[in-house]
């Protein structure tokens, strides 16, 4: 559904060729992220001629090329850590999950990355341009997921302000940082400031659509329950083993600092401290916040978590101590069995090939397929039933996969008959519908069993349609053909 939302609005701006100033909306219905997001995916649209895949193989380019980054940035300061920053941020489990789908939270280890990585180079390369470019990043990624990337903007003041010319530094910082936002003011200013209002009555109390608010022992239980689950993201090793290297790296490095080693790398050193830095500045974020968090809030602290092992791993080869080192050579080889024996039961999976999820993309492909052939060059009517109601991925897929494959469109696609525009501008995109000469209806039905009886309710709005044939599929959904009925049939 999310995935659909994005693909039509970036259709939206090739077709009309009008640009977005807004992006996704967010959890709070009403307010709406920067467009960045669509910017950056527009290559990838146009490129692949709509094909949503190639957002995937989008993202994924630029999470391998982050980690290229990473390697590239450190070799000249310190190769071991280089290598061992960039072997982690690649293989971490949460990395795997969040490049298999297009979702605008997705992205948030690699920007998470990106921008911690300019932060370390300010503090030991400070230059204006630098600083200009963070906040043009702080202001970015802000467009991506905001309930995360807010983080970036006090600990951007943060770090800017223990340098030299504090103010000068937060000057330079935010003529980067203010002109992101000038979308989302065009579009205030156009409506109204309606995302100010909604925003300002959900944290005032007037709305709750982010949920109740918590006490503070329950925010303590839901964060650490939450962190726990990213601090896990990290690693192919047993959940507690993972638990107990993290303390051990922050017990390392206070033994180290307090005894002041000479076995302590500035760069290696420095790198850690800023990514415990940037944990504390999200526990305080996280526990200011009133609500219940949302899991893919926290996916760029993955990132922090990463440099948090990368560092410790580096300090512990460079004593050069046999036994641990073995130590680590073990882990290594833990690590890896799990990810290759993990990722082959991916493969092996009968499921991983062929889908039993109804919005899976192939699966969705496969719906028109039936239809159109069913329908023998036919016009016909269309109408879907998602557990979602708005019919967002139907809407793309007939326009992009039916128009270019069987060179015409239905003559009505919608959730439901007669429903007032729900998609801006739908005119533009149907202009290859073929009018039905009878009443040729397909319903798409993708089974709710949470809501079996919603699913009734809409079926019962085509009783005046007789059913001809019902095409039952392996991945919870019906195709039902339908059409007027015959005289003396009910």
Request: charge should be positive; aromatic fraction near 18%; proline fraction near 4%.
């Amino acid at each position: 559904m999310d995935q659909a939302r994005d693909v039509l609005d970036l259709r939206h701006m090739v077709v009309s060729k009008v640009p977005k100033i807004v992006g996704p909306t967010t959890s709070i219905n009403g307010v709406f992220l920067g467009p960045f997001w669509y910017y950056f995916n527009f290559p990838a649209f146009v490129f692949g001629t709509g094909n949503p895949a190639f957002l995937v193989y989008w993202n994924i380019f630029w999470y391998q090329l982050t980690g290229l980054i990473i390697w590239l940035y450190f070799n000249k300061k310190n190769q071991v850590l280089g290598v061992i920053t960039s072997v982690l941020f690649l293989l971490m489990p949460i990395g795997f999950n969040v490049t298999r789908y297009v979702w605008n939270a997705n992205p948030m280890p690699m920007f998470t990355a990106l921008y911690l990585l300019l932060t370390y180079e300010i503090i030991f390369n400070p230059s204006r341009n630098k600083k200009i470019l963070l906040g043009i990043f702080s202001g970015l990624f802000l467009q991506v997921e905001a309930a995360f990337a807010i983080i970036f903007l006090p600990f951007s003041l943060f770090i800017l302000l223990k340098q030299k010319n504090g103010l000068r530094n937060i000057k330079y910082f935010l003529f980067g940082f203010l002109p992101t936002l000038f979308p989302q003011i065009v579009f205030e200013l156009r409506h109204k400031f309606v995302m100010s209002k909604i925003f300002i009555n959900e944290f005032s109390g007037s709305s709750n659509m982010l949920g109740n608010k918590l006490n503070f022992s329950a925010k303590m239980i839901d964060r650490l329950v939450n962190f726990r689950a990213q601090l896990s993201g990290t690693l192919y090793l047993n959940h507690n083993l993972i638990i107990l290297l993290f303390v051990s790296a922050l017990i390392f490095f206070v033994y180290q600092n307090k005894t002041n080693s000479k076995k302590n790398n500035k760069y290696v050193n420095k790198f850690f401290l800023l990514s415990v830095l940037f944990l504390v500045m999200s526990i305080v974020f996280y526990l200011l916040f009133p609500n219940k968090l949302k899991h893919w809030y926290l996916f760029g602290l993955a990132t922090p978590f990463v440099f948090i092992f990368s560092s410790f791993f580096t300090q512990l080869l460079k004593m050069k101590n046999k036994f641990l080192n073995f130590l680590l050579m073990i882990l290594f080889l833990v690590n890896t069995f799990y990810l290759v024996k993990q990722h082959n039961q991916i493969f092996l999976n009968k499921s991983f090939r062929e889908s039993d999820n109804p919005s899976n993309f192939a699966n969705r492909l496969n719906n028109i397929d039936i239809i159109y052939q069913d329908a023998k060059g036919q016009g016909f009517k269309v109408y879907s039933y998602l557990p979602s109601v708005y019919d967002l991925p139907q809407q793309y897929t007939f326009w992009w996969y039916a128009t270019q494959k069987y060179h015409y469109q239905p003559e009505e696609l919608a959730y439901l008959p007669n429903q007032p525009e729900y998609i801006k501008d739908n005119h533009l995109f149907w202009k290859k519908k073929k009018i039905s000469n009878g009443s040729l209806t397909y319903l798409i039905i993708e089974h709710d069993k949470n809501k079996p009886q919603r699913e009734t309710d809409w079926l019962n709005n085509f009783n005046h349609l007789c059913l001809e044939e019902t095409f039952r599929l392996s991945y919870q959904t019906s195709i039902q053909k339908r059409n007027v009925c015959e005289i003396g049939v009910n």
